[in-house]
Structure formats: C-alpha cells, structure tokens
C-alpha cells in the first residue's frame, strides 16, 4: 500500500507542478500555528479555511453544472441557525449539532431546488436570490426564538483554544476539498459526477439526449452544495460563538462568487486561491477595519474582481496554471512547462 502512494507521488505529484504547490501549501497551513501564536492571525487563518469550503461549494454547484446560485448564504445561514437553535433549547454540543445542521441544510438545498428544475440561466439566479430573503424574513418574524436581528448567541465553541479551533477547521476544509475534487473530476474512473456535471453545464438538451437524468444530477448538485455549505456555517457559529443575520446576506453570497471568479471557476483550487489571496490579505493588511482598506474592503473586492476579468477572465490561479504546466497533446497528460516532451509518450510539446 505504502509503496502504492509513494509511487503514484512520485509520478503523479512530483511532475506536475500545480499539484506540487498544492501539496506544499497545505502542509504550509499545518504548521502556521507553529510560525506564528497570535491568536489574531490564528482567527484570520481559521475563517478563512471555514470561507474555502463555502466558496468550493459554489463552485462545484454554480461552476461545474452551470447552475448559478445567487442565493448560496440561504445553506451557509441554515447551518448556522440549526447550530445555535439546537444548543440554545436543546442543549446540544458541536459533535451533535454540526453533522445535523449540515444534513437540515442538505435538505434544505433540495427542497430550493425542486422549483428551479424547470428554470434557467437568469430565471434560475433569481429565483435562488429570493431564499435568503425568505429565511431572513422568518427569522426577524420569530424573533422570540430566532433573536431577530441581535441573533443568538453563548454558543459553544468547538474547541477551547485558537489553535485547536484553527487546526479543526483545517482538517474539515482538507477533507471537504479533497471531497468535492474528485466528485468534480472529469476524469475519474469511479466516480461519473464529474463528467456528468460538465455535460448539464456544456449542455444539459445533448446530456438528456444521451439518457443521462439530468434532473436527478441537478438534485445531487444541490444536495452536495448545501451539505458543504452548511457544513461551513456549523463551524462559523460554533467558532464565532454567536449568529446573526449577516450570515444570510447577499453580500455573503456574492462574497463566494467573488472569490471563485477572482481564482478560477471550474478549478476547485481556484476557490483556495481566491479566498487565501483576498481575504486574508486584506485582513492583514486592514488590520482588522481600522484604516482604509479595511473600512473598504467590498470596494477593494470589486476593483480587483473588475481588473482579473480584464487581464485574467480565467481567474489568477488558472492562469498561473497555464504557465508553469503544459498538456500533451497526444495521450493529455500534464508536464511542466519547461519540458520539450512528454514525460509518458515522449511528444513534442512544442
């Protein structure tokens, strides 16, 4: 077994350069607590591993089918609110209450998608925008057991320091990533939702043409995107100790399309990339709200956002990809860009 994964790192990890920079900086991340203790950095670092796993999540749903989602918070919100309901009546703790907040949101992402099966394009993204709105206004209407607008909060957190609250949150987007991935590889010999998600997105007439149920394929989408997404709101409640409205604002929402249009659609990495380059960038550098950039923050988003669809329109990591890796172009397999033959088949890659 161990001479299995040595082998299959050695060729296929070590000579494909994107893999490799994915692998040195997740065991970058392991170790951050160990570069730093400061418990500000250690909070920045862990919303951002909570923001991947949301931004993955819509780009597996809204990138790989073509289903956008404007309304992807309505998932990330009910997490967040079962968590805090369920350990403010009933009392429970974090290993009870984010499994079952993440399947309440995993429901909930069926039952939003059964009356957009029949809409698309711009009809479908509306329709989506309006959940948030109808949560949001259900949540104010019951504000005796929701909190309204001051949201609920004494929720426990899911472990006691910052540095077990980081590492947790770590291993989960580690995991979830890795998850959504390979149900997004195209190329995979087990698992077909891959492929079949491209062909609903490149188009869903020739996929129904060729006997695949598009229908159900759709509900699967929206099923897993809700399961991830809400999967990220249990953690955010449970590491922010509080929930609110905010976590089913279309600013939320937009916050995870920004970041996967910002590293690369339809790359899963590209969501890492996103939330790692602008998020924590401009938390750090923001210092927390307190000068320019952190009071403008959403502006910043934007600019940048507008001058990598511009320069980029593939997004940042893409891009990069483009230029450290090249494809065979006869047997498809990824070299490094430096190299003038194929590493399998020996053509030329000129």
Not at 92 to 99: D, E, L, S
Request: some cysteine.
């Amino acid at each position: 077994m161990l001479r299995r994964l040595f082998k299959d790192f050695r060729f296929g990890v070590l000579p494909v350069p994107g893999r490799l920079i994915a692998i040195i900086f997740f065991v970058a991340l392991f170790i951050v607590p160990l570069i730093t203790g400061r418990a500000y950095y250690l909070f920045i670092f862990t919303i951002a591993n909570i923001l991947v796993i949301f931004a993955v999540s819509w780009d597996l749903l809204s990138g790989y089918t073509g289903l956008v989602n404007f309304g992807h918070a309505l998932f990330f919100g009910v997490g967040a609110y079962t968590v805090a309901l369920l350990n403010k009546y009933l009392g429970w703790q974090p290993w009870a209450t984010i499994p079952i907040g993440s399947l309440v949101a995993t429901g909930v992402g069926v039952l939003t998608c059964i009356p957009a099966l029949r809409l698309r394009g711009p009809y479908l993204s509306l329709l989506t925008m309006s959940f948030p709105f109808m949560l949001l206004g259900l949540v104010m209407s019951f504000k005796d057991i929701t909190g309204g607008e001051y949201g609920i909060s004494g929720i426990p957190y899911i472990a006691n320091t910052y540095t077990g609250r980081y590492y947790i949150c770590l291993i989960v987007m580690t995991v979830a990533v890795l998850i959504m991935w390979k149900l997004t590889d195209a190329g995979s010999k087990y698992i077909r939702t891959g492929l079949i998600f491209h062909a609903i997105r490149e188009d869903e007439i020739a996929a129904r043409a060729l006997g695949i149920n598009t229908t159900r394929y759709k509900i699967l989408a929206f099923a897993i995107g809700g399961f991830f997404a809400g999967l990220a709101g249990t953690l955010y409640a449970h590491v922010l100790c509080t929930v609110g409205t905010s976590t089913l604002l279309m600013t939320l929402s937009f916050q995870a399309i920004i970041f996967v249009i910002f590293g690369g659609v339809v790359s899963i990495y590209g969501a890492v990339v996103g939330v790692y380059t602008l998020y924590t960038l401009l938390q750090l550098v923001g210092g927390g709200g307190q000068n320019f950039i952190g009071k403008h923050q959403t502006l910043i988003l934007a600019i940048l956002v507008i001058l990598i669809l511009l320069f980029m329109p593939e997004g940042i990591a893409v891009w990069i990809r483009d230029k450290i890796e090249r494809e065979c172009p006869r047997c498809k397999l990824t070299n490094g860009a430096w190299r003038r033959e194929c590493r399998a088949c020996s053509a030329s890659l000129r």
